[in-house]
């Protein structure tokens, strides 16, 4: 049976989490195999709504197998903690597997990504703080701690100490902060081990074995695209692979096996912390979004940015995933506005372009083009096809997917779990 991934088509905080819920009762196994506790995807379920960070969001259906992949940094006490709460509500995570090759983030990987975005000054990334970017550069390094370390007492002694080597030269002698001691860390880490134990094994075997015996598995993507950090608004992104090929390198599951990718894209865009952004508001529109939208971060709280579709991103990332469909969510958060800009293309310096100019400083002036639709009053929360929905939201949705280079297959009209219209089968493989 082939995979299915889910992908973060803009900036992120698309709605990747109800996405993976909608699909979430088709499937066996749902795998997270990007970032870390950066992610935030808000699910909601009846009157119950939950903040997932670590765990995929496909933990919260019953009889899914969860499962944290080679590609995720993982920070143990968070990861005890969200499952604590989530024990607390009722939700059965005892099927969790975690590969013995992912990444730990330690208290020192925190500690130098704070330290370093106070010194960035002005240029900081505006980073969750987690300690993500320290984590990835330790492993691209080859000074990183993985999960199987945390069995092996000497040698985790003996990584942690050359990790610490020149992490303490950079903390005392340029940031002027105390020197982080080996034996702490190690004590803290081996702490985590016996919990861990039983979670952790070979996962790309076990993806491969599911796979084998016509199970369907579901990549769920932290992050973005435009985060990506080979094809995102690089400094400006997070430290992983955000796009559909990370799926693969981050779990060990061939390209070969992954037949669905799908893009998450709001009708409107949202970014959190620093970088280009060419179609953010900073007048009343902005505002009304980021209200209606209740756009604030479920990781950090920050106020997110708001502005308009942008439909050469949307093309962009159906490009550099392979898209197969899109799940455009949040349009119900456009009920109300007389007009809807859309930008369909950008002025750089006095120049059309129609795609996301490869160089950084264009993308730093480009200005956007905007086409306008005309909106709806109506109420579409409860609308449940696409016929229901007003002539002007239905113009709208098929105008976007003309720009947007691939067939929107469901649409979001609300936060709750059915608040949803499907206009395609996304798992017809
Ligand atoms: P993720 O990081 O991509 O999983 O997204 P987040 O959970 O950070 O942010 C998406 C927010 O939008 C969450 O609070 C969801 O409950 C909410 N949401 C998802 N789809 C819809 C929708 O179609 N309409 C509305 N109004 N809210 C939605
Ligand atoms: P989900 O999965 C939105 C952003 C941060 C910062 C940059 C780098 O909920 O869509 P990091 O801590 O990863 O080194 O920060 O990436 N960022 C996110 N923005 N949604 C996320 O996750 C994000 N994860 C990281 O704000 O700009
Ligand atoms: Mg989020």
Not at 230 to 246: E, I, K, L, Q, R
Request: charged share 25%; with cysteine.
């Amino acid at each position: 049976m082939p995979a299915v991934v889910i992908i973060g088509a803009q900036w992120g905080d698309e709605g990747k989490g109800k996405a993976t819920d909608l699909l979430a009762e088709h499937i066996d196994y749902v795998v997270k195999f990007n970032g870390g506790n950066n992610a935030g995807h808000t699910v909601v379920i009846g009157n119950e709504k939950y903040a997932l960070h670590l765990l995929p969001s496909g933990i919260l259906t019953p009889g899914v197998v969860p499962v944290i992949s080679n590609g995720v940094v993982i920070d143990p006490a968070v990861l005890f903690e969200e499952l604590d709460a989530l024990n607390a509500r009722g939700i059965d995570t005892s099927k969790l597997r975690i590969s013995a090759n992912a990444h730990v983030i330690t208290s020192y990987h925190v500690t130098i990504d704070k330290v370093t975005e106070r010194f960035l000054g002005k240029r900081a990334i505006g980073t969750t703080g987690r300690g993500i970017g320290p984590t990835y550069s330790d492993k691209i390094n080859r000074i990183g701690i993985r999960i199987q370390d945390l069995f092996d007492e000497s040698i985790l002694r003996q990584k942690v100490e050359a990790a610490l080597v020149s992490k303490n030269n950079l903390l005392t002698k340029v940031y002027n902060r105390a020197a982080i001691k080996t034996e702490a860390v190690v004590r803290e880490l081996l702490g985590f081990a016996e919990r861990l134990r039983p979670m952790v094994g070979d996962t790309a075997l076990e993806l491969h074995q599911a796979l084998e015996a016509n199970k369907l598995v579901l990549f769920e993507g932290g992050q973005a695209t435009m985060l990506d950090v080979d094809h995102g608004t690089y400094p400006f992104v997070t430290s992983s692979n955000a796009t559909a090929g990370g799926a693969s390198t981050g779990s060990g599951v061939g390209p070969t096996k992954l037949k669905s990718i799908i893009g998450i894209v709001k009708a409107y865009t949202t970014r959190v912390g620093s970088g280009p952004f060419p179609t953010e508001l900073f007048d009343d529109s902005g505002e009304f979004l980021r209200s209606t939208g209740h756009e604030y971060g479920t990781t950090t709280g920050r106020p997110r940015r708001c502005g308009w579709y942008d439909a050469p991103i949307a093309r962009y990332s159906a490009r550099i995933n392979g898209l197969t469909d899109f799940v455009l969510t949040k349009l119900d958060v456009l009920t109300g506005l007389k007009e809807i800009p859309v930008c369909v293309a950008y002025d750089v310096d006095g120049v059309r372009h129609e795609e996301v100019p490869v160089s950084q400083s264009d993308f730093h002036h480009a200005k956007p083009i905007y086409e306008n639709f005309p909106g709806w009053e109506e109420d579409i929360s409860k609308c449940r096809t696409f016929e229901e929905l007003p002539k002007n939201a239905q113009d709208y949705i098929l105008a976007v997917e003309k720009l947007s280079g691939c067939r929107i297959s469901a649409i979001g009209v609300g936060p709750a779990r059915d608040a949803i219209i499907v206009r395609h089968d996304m798992l017809a493989i």
